[in-house]
Nanobody
Framework: VQLVESGGGLVQPGGSLRLSCAGS????????LAWYRQAPGNQRELVAE???????????TYAESVKGRFTISREESNDIVSLQMHDLTPEDTAVYYC?????????WGQGTQVTVAS
């Protein structure tokens, strides 16, 4: 299973970015999907998670700090999971990691840097 992130970069406060994560082997059909981030000196933290449920059984959870600003979504036809980020602040600066997991099995992408600065 390979996960490859893209879409990071430098953005001004108040701006938007969209991160994408491409998965191999149709992994997204069987794994819960998530985005984590890790800022310098901090532990890696969960930002957003989407379970494998379909329709009404699908749930999405977000860290309190990003609720209302970030949205996790999956493009089923392309096996891509995205994180749309709006109203970015300097506190959102971190390396963002794509994650696919089921039970104790976790797969990680290599990370993509997001820097929010003027």
């Amino acid at each position: 299973v390979q996960l490859v992130e893209s879409g990071g970069g430098l953005v001004q406060p108040g701006g938007s970015l969209r991160l994408s994560c491409a998965g191999s082997g149709r992994v997204f059909s069987f794994y819960n999907l998530a985005w984590y981030r890790q800022a310098p000196g901090n532990q890696r933290e969960l930002v957003a998670e989407r379970n494998t449920g379909v329709g009404s059984r699908q749930t999405k959870t977000y860290a309190e700090s990003v609720k209302g600003r970030f949205t996790i979504s999956r493009e089923e036809s392309n096996d891509i999971v995205s994180l749309q980020m709006h109203d970015l602040t300097p506190e959102d600066t971190a390396v963002y990691y794509c994650n696919a997991h089921v039970g104790d099995i976790h797969y990680w992408g290599q990370g993509t840097q997001v820097t929010v600065a003027s």
